[in-house]
């Protein structure tokens, strides 16, 4: 059971806009930054927000992040088939004094 | 170029022990903290540890402490993660994560497989 909360899945048309939520507590996103990563099967997980609503370069502006609360999200606007992914937030939580991650969103382009 | 190597990885039985690292070059290493993460095969990602700049703190998830020991030697630019008494349930793909100042995760390593079996 992972401290944030993640959909399993979520699915698109090329073109459409997907939301991915992450939900968590004070002690994580209420009081911290999170992070979002991309990540392709055998691959290492690349950052495509953090943050909250930062994109580092390379990535692009498809991308973008936001946080209210202790919940946030992460958007992917006109949707493209290399975005077929799956998709993880991070936090830091106050109260376990570490890092914690979202259980992954499958992101399937149809 | 940022680049993060990880070795170490292997075949080990329950109750051994491993030690992994993660060398590092293309950036100043003493200017940033690491971090560790795993990810079981199948699995979602899992915090491991984190070590600051200058191994002033040290963080573990729960589910290691008391059993992994991260560390650093700046002067060598390479992180470690010392394993001890390891269980089945810690097979893993065992990733090293650069962090700076609100910024975790801008480069990772290709990652080192761990098999606990018997």
């Known amino acids: 059971q992972s401290v944030l909360t993640q959909p399993p899945s979520a699915s698109g048309t090329p073109g459409q806009r997907v939301t991915i939520s992450c939900s968590g507590s004070?002690?994580?996103?209420?009081?911290?930054?999170i992070y979002w990563f991309q990540q392709f099967p055998g691959t290492a997980p690349k950052v495509v927000i953090y943050?909250?609503?930062q994109r580092p370069s390379g990535v692009p502006d498809r991308f973008s992040g936001s946080k209210s609360g202790t919940s946030a999200s992460l958007a992917i606007s006109g949707l493209r088939s290399e975005d077929e992914a799956d998709y993880y937030c991070a936090s830091w939580d106050d109260s376990l004094s570490g890092k914690v991650f979202g259980g992954g969103t499958k992101v399937t382009v149809l | 170029e940022v680049q993060l190597v990880e070795s170490g990885g292997g075949l080990v039985k329950p109750g051994g022990s491993l030690r992994l690292a993660c060398a590092a070059s293309g950036f100043t290493f003493s200017n940033y903290a690491f971090n560790w993460v795993r990810q079981a095969p199948g699995k979602g990602l899992e915090y491991v540890s984190s070590i600051t700049s200058t191994s002033s703190a040290v963080y573990y998830a729960g589910s290691v402490r008391g059993r992994f020991t991260i560390s650093r030697d700046n002067t060598k630019n390479s992180l470690y993660l010392q394993m001890n008494s390891l269980r089945v349930e810690d097979t893993a793909v065992y990733y090293c994560a650069r962090e700076s100042a609100g910024f975790f995760g801008d480069s990772w390593g290709q990652g080192t497989l761990v098999t606990v079996s018997t």
């Open positions: 943050r909250n609503n």
């Open positions: 004070s002690s994580n996103i209420g009081n911290n930054f």
